[in-house]
């Protein structure tokens, strides 16, 4: 084999292994870009969940303050200790 030979023959190599890593690294950020996204929807998901559950905890909260029976102190006796 001649020189020419050779050097075209290591840059067809080199050009495929070039080729060949440039797919990769495509599909990986593609992949991370999918990742990236889901993580997103899925901390967007979880914050409207909870503001939603802070929301109904709230309302139940005030329902069960505003229907829980009120009671009334006692007065003291002439002695001093309650009644």
């Known amino acids: 084999m001649d020189n020419r030979t050779i050097s075209a023959s290591r840059d067809l190599n080199r050009r495929s292994a070039q080729s060949y890593f440039q ?8 992949v991370r870009d999918i990742v990236d996204e889901e993580r997103k929807a899925a901390t967007a998901k979880t914050a409207k969940l ?34």
Do not use: F, W, Y
């Not at 797919?23 to 593609?30: K, S, V």
């Not at 329902?63 to 029976?69: F, S, T, V």
């Open 50 to 83: 909870r503001s939603l559950r802070l929301a109904k905890e709230e309302e139940d909260r005030r329902k069960n303050a505003d229907d829980r029976p009120h009671v009334q102190k006692t007065t003291d006796t002439k002695d001093g200790s309650a009644a």
């Open 23 to 30: 797919q990769a690294d495509t599909r990986t950020n593609l």
